[in-house]
Structures are given as C-alpha cells and as structure tokens.
C-alpha cells in the first residue's frame, strides 16, 4: 500500500522562509563587512567620512532608544541612594547628638574654668609674637635636622625661642645672628619636647628620631596603651613652649611609639617666633654684708 507524500505544513514553510531570510541577511552583512574593509584600504578618507556620516544618522535613533533604558537606570540609582540614605541619615543623627552633648559639656567646663580662675586670680602668662618670617629651607642630615629663617637679633630673635607654623610646632631657635637664625627641627636627635597625650592626659616626652617621626618617651601611665591617632600637645613644661601647642600624631604604638609631627618642614613658607613661655629670672645679686638688716637682740650683744 503507497502511502501519499506528507503534506508541508505552514509552519515549516515559516521555518524555511525565516533561514532563508537570515542567510540573505547574514550575507549582506558579510559583504557590507568586506566591502568596506576594502574600501579602508583603498580609500581611507571616504571611509572615515562614510563612518562620520552613519554615526550621523545612528546617533538620533540609538539617543532615542536608549533614553527608556536611561530613564529606568537613573530611577533605579535614585531608589537605591534613598535606601542607602536613610539608615546614613540616622547614623549621622546620632552623631549629631552626641556632639552636641559632648560641645555642651566642653563649654559648661570652659565657663566654669573661666570662673574658677576669676575667683582665684590665676596668673596666666602671656605668649609673644617676636617675628613671622620667612622660611629659609631645611638642613637634613643622618642626625642632624636644622633649618635656617630669615630674621636674627636685629628682629629681637634670640637663642631659646620657640618655632612654630600654622599646623603646629616646628622647633626652637638654637643660634641667632644679626639678620639669620638656625632652627633646630623636632625630628632632630637633641630635641626633647615636653608634651601631653590628649584622650588620656599622660605628660610624655617627645624626642626626635633623626627620620620624619618622633618617638614618644618616659610616659607616665605606661600601662594605659596609647591609640593610632592619639594627638601629642606641649605641656608647658620648662617654661619653652606654650601649653597646647599641636605637636604630633601617634602612628605606631609598637615600642617606642612614633609619631608623625603635624608640621612638615618641606611645606613650610612661614613661620612664627615666640617667646619663652615662661623666660628663665635674671639672677639677683646677692645684697651687700652691711645692708643684711641685723636683728635687734643681736646689737644688745
């Protein structure tokens, strides 16, 4: 029995049809692909204008269809900040408050320190500009760190002042001339600097390293252990350099600890020269034998 050929159904005519439409089409691309390459090699200014022209023409279609898609990312970025805002803006609350408690108990201090003084009569000594100069350069050796500015005696610039520079302490004069004195920096070797540690009020001793760090010596408390970025400050001890003048930056705790000053030589353009804190008493002279009053039972005698 002959069994009659199936019939071709319209779906696979369909089948056929779309093939056969993108073999055609993958062909044109090809050749379009092809001709275009030779025509680079053969011409290339008309190529780079048939570029120009087509991105021309493509641009307005492919702004057009992208402007959905960039409208739905920017809505979906928008979306994702406002979440990402929220528990930020609460964190930041917090914060907020407690500063604004902790500003509150540093003024009610202030004040009441203020008062404190004021019933006493405490005696504060006053710092004293001698000179803003110019910086004249560093001198860094293996030990020796020393730099120079252009100011001496003529500018009431002496031996034993203190340097310092917007972000904190630079030095202390060591010799002055007429016109010129050298600076011996922190960092030097001989520099010892009396300072406090500010989140926990141990007095220290800030000592050059002969690098860019300073170490941090004869700590009182040593069992309290300091933190990377514990601020140092001057204590006032000695009488050299004034109380809470910046002084550095604890960067490792590892013993002995170092700290990184906050002023960098290398940065500086000015700098300020100040008195001693507290300046060292000319020496009395020792009164005459004769004018020692004599008491009154000692002539009877």
Known sequence: MDWPPPRRTSYARREQNLALIGAV???????TALLLLVLSRVNPAYTNRLRSGTADLVAPFWATVRAPFDWLGGGVDAI???????PRNRVLTAEVARDRLDLQSRDAAIAENIALKKL???????????????????????????????????????????VRADAGLVGR????????????L????????????????????????????????????AEVPLKVGDRLVTSGAGGLFAPQIPVAVVTDT??????????????????????????IPAQAEAPP?????VPREAKKH
């Not at 006493?120 to 910086?135: K, N």
């Not at 300072?195 to 004869?218: F, N």
């Not at 034998?289 to 009053?293: H, S, Y």
């Open 173 to 184: 004069t060591v010799e002055a001339g007429e016109h010129a004195a050298r600076i011996l």
């Open 80 to 86: 994702g900040e406002y979440i990402a805002t929220v």
């Open 254 to 279: 590892a013993e002995p600890p170092h700290a990184l000053p906050y002023a960098d030589p290398a940065t500086l353009s000015y700098v300020a020269i100040v008195r001693a804190y507290l300046p």
């Open 25 to 31: 089409v993958t062909g044109a691309v090809l050749a």
């Open 120 to 162: 006493l009569h405490v005696i504060e000594p006053r710092t004293e500009v001698v000179a803003v100069t110019r910086f004249a350069g560093a001198s860094i050796g293996s030990y020796a760190r020393t730099a120079m500015v252009a100011a001496g005696h003529a500018n009431g610039v002496f031996a034993g002042q203190a």
């Open 186 to 221: 922190l960092t030097d070797t001989n520099s010892r600097v009396p300072v406090i540690i500010v989140r926990t009020g141990q007095p220290a001793l800030a000592v050059g390293a002969a690098g860019r760090l300073l170490e941090v010596h004869d700590r009182l408390g």
């Open 289 to 293: 034998v004769d004018a020692v009053p």
